[in-house]
């Protein structure tokens, strides 16, 4: 714990000069002085620590509240899974509108397709088929995959699982991403700059007391005591603990706003983003796709609603719509092309099976 506000902050020259500061005065004898050191330290650790492990448990429950169960074929009956309970060997049944939990080797598929952007950046649908492929055939050529991560948007299908977790080429990338060097965010480089420039001026000085005492001819012992007493008193042990507590209050801050932060120092950054911008491929959603507009005999139908309750209203020229003709012909169209079904999860509507993107959003 001694070491976490400092491994949070990236300045590990405070740390080491508190942490060897207070072993020190320890030793010397000054068991308040080293208290009072250790305890600087300590709660400032505890600080980081407790706000980590907050960020922590709210990324692990936003993680359970999108976490979608899975079908899968086993013992020769359908079962529904969590995506961590996936095994080698598994055979997934795959619909539009699932996310594929594994990579898989398709062995049965009707007119399937994927979104593979998150993978391969490709933006439109990839075909898939089960055929063999050559052995060296590219990531992005093989059509008789699926691949962890991507999403049925047609078809139907089902496929071996090969690789879970971090064996799948999406775990590939994302061990990739986090083996790559964190980067100092504009407060962390200040601070850095400053505590190596005040180290060596109080190191300097300890040292200059230390010898000019000895010109003098005071003793090595008493001397030794002086540099130690004007080093523990010039470092600035609160101002780690202090830049703690700020940065974790504007983390509180933040997520009242519905961000959530892991690391502290990166509020500093994040606080003061106004602007983000993504790519066609990277666009953020809140993961429902619900039809807007209805074109039936030749007229347009605005659909109201919000996402996949079953609350609102088809209308014409702002005028309620009379559900009949060409309006119900088409409603009773999607409504036999799709094998989607619509429940009530803990006050959460949800939508499980085939064509859910197309879905009207009150029905």
Not at 6 to 26: H, I, K, M, N, W
Request: hydrophobic share 45%.
């Amino acid at each position: 714990l001694l070491a976490r506000c400092a491994d949070e902050l990236g300045q590990p020259e405070p740390r080491a000069a508190a942490t060897a500061s207070g072993a020190v005065t320890a030793g010397l004898g000054e068991g308040i002085d080293a208290g009072v050191i250790f305890g600087v330290v300590l709660v400032n650790a505890l600080i980081g620590y407790w706000q980590e492990a907050k960020a922590e448990g709210a990324l692990a429950a936003l993680a359970r509240s999108v976490a979608t169960p899975i079908t899968v074929r086993r013992g020769g009956h359908r079962r529904q899974l969590d995506a961590s309970q996936l095994v080698p060997g598994d055979i997934v049944l795959l619909a539009a509108g699932d996310r594929v939990p594994a990579d898989l080797r398709l062995m049965h598929q009707h007119e399937l397709q994927t979104d593979e952007s998150p993978l391969t950046g490709e933006s439109q649908p990839v075909s898939k088929q089960a055929a063999a492929l050559a052995a060296d055939t590219l990531l992005a050529d093989r059509s008789n995959m699926a691949w962890a991560g991507t999403t049925v948007v047609a078809g139907q299908g089902s496929g071996l699982v090969i690789a879970t977790g971090d064996a799948t080429e999406t775990g590939r990338i994302a061990g990739l991403i986090a083996a790559a060097p964190d980067l100092a965010t504009p407060l962390t480089r200040k601070m850095v700059r400053f505590s190596n420039w005040l180290l060596w001026a109080i190191g300097g000085l300890a040292g200059l007391t230390f010898a000019v005492g000895l010109a003098r001819g005071e003793s090595t012992f008493d001397m030794f005591m002086a540099a130690v007493a004007l080093a523990v008193g010039a470092i600035p042990e609160g101002l780690p603990a202090a830049v703690t507590v700020t940065l974790a209050i504007g983390v509180a801050r933040m997520a009242r706003r519905r961000a959530i932060i892991r690391h502290l120092p990166a509020v500093e950054t994040l606080g003061s983003t106004t602007v983000i911008c993504s790519d066609k491929t990277g666009t953020l959603t809140e993961n429902a796709m619900t039809v807007r507009v209805l074109w039936c005999g030749g007229e347009g139908y605005a659909v109201e609603g919000q996402g996949y309750t079953p609350d609102g209203a088809i209308r014409h020229d702002e005028m309620p719509a009379t559900i009949a003709g060409a309006v119900r012909e088409c409603l009773i169209a999607g409504a036999l092309c799709n094998d989607a079904s619509l429940r009530n999860e803990r006050g959460r509507w949800q939508i499980t099976g085939g064509d859910e993107n197309t879905l009207p959003s009150h029905y």
